[in-house]
């Protein structure tokens, strides 16, 4: 229980490494309409448990929005115009969203972010993501921009090698993080969500990760 998850926030940027900024409770006042549009998302495309190449299931569910989103199965990681299991596009990124990630890139110094895809990781107590590197988008130079939604969590953020010691970040509801430069490669992960009920999303935690994939022409 934390006494203080009622008390307004102020906006507050912290640097937790250079080229990653965490915008504590950016999106707080407007996390409700942003939540309200994911669930509108979500009512046109399945939440999923991914398979990895290496053949486990992820605990995370998953889902995409936006001209592009994210697939994994027992041939890789990649991007794909269709959801493989409906054959049919992505949803559209409604324009909230994409509103939302471009005023939080240009806070961190990142003009004119112009994502192709927006990922939906939905959290249930247990639920973790182990480290690893995003390394499937060709265009390096644009940040990835996070929104967490619902319970909080703890981020693994860790250095250009798997073996560094991560460092441990709680994210809660309403903060935007925005990674870039040098720290678009580095490895991180999510410990497991702790139970918990959220006010707004309930027994949850939804993050959404915005991408550019390809380079802008
Ligand atoms: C740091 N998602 O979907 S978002 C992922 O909370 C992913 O669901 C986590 O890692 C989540 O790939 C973390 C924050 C994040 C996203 C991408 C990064 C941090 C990053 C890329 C490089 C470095
Ligand atoms: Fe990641």
Redesign the pocket.
Known sequence: MDLFDDLPMEPEAVALAPG?LLLRAFALEEAAALWQVTEAVLAQVALRHMQTPGGHTMS?ATASCGALGWVSDARGYRYAAQDPQSGQPWPAMPERLLDLARRAAAAAGFENFQPQAC?I?QYVPGAK?SLHQ?RDEQDLSSP?V?L?LGLP?V?L?GGPERSQRPQRHRLVHGDV?V?GGP????F?G?APLQEGEHALLGRKRI?L?FRRVNPVP
Request: hydrophobic share 60%; no cysteine.
């Open positions: 990653a995370v990922l990781n993501l995003d990835i996070s967490s969590a981020f953020f993080v990674w720290t678009r490669l580095a991180h999510v993050n990760t």
